[in-house]
Nanobody, 130 residues
């Protein structure tokens, strides 16, 4: 059974930074895995924030976080990270990671756009106050 466990959320003043972690069990991210970070604010739908094709480390970002957030992976720890800098109040939400085994990078883009992942973590709360 694939398990995803997030950590690193918290409350921070606008302009501050947080780093989220997502540790994966029973799915080797050294292989061809698409992993994404998603967030959901109260009263709003879930949106994709960033994704990474773990085989190559190729990242992709939501426009509004480009240049502020960085997604990365540590193969040895089977963990992905989301470094969030210059946080804004609109970044507030519950952040969840998701994982899906794929056969090539194009499938990662499709899965992320459709939020089509079979494995999800329980999420970690990020609150940014002004």
């Amino acid at each position: 059974q694939v398990l995803l466990k997030e950590s690193g959320g918290g409350s921070v003043q606008a302009g501050g930074s947080l780093r989220l972690s997502c540790t994966v069990v029973e799915l080797d991210i050294a292989s061809k895995v698409c992993m994404g970070w998603f967030r959901q604010a109260p009263g709003k739908g879930r949106e994709g924030v960033a994704r990474i094709y773990t085989y190559t480390g190729s990242p992709h970002y939501l426009d509004s976080v480009e240049g502020r957030f960085t997604i990365s992976r540590d193969i040895a720890k089977n963990t992905i990270y989301l470094q969030m800098n210059n946080l804004r109040p609109e970044d507030t939400g519950k952040y969840s990671c998701a994982a899906k085994a794929v056969s090539q990078i194009g499938q990662c883009a499709i899965a992320w756009s459709r939020q089509d992942f079979p494995n999800w973590g329980q999420g970690t709360q990020v609150t940014v106050f002004s």
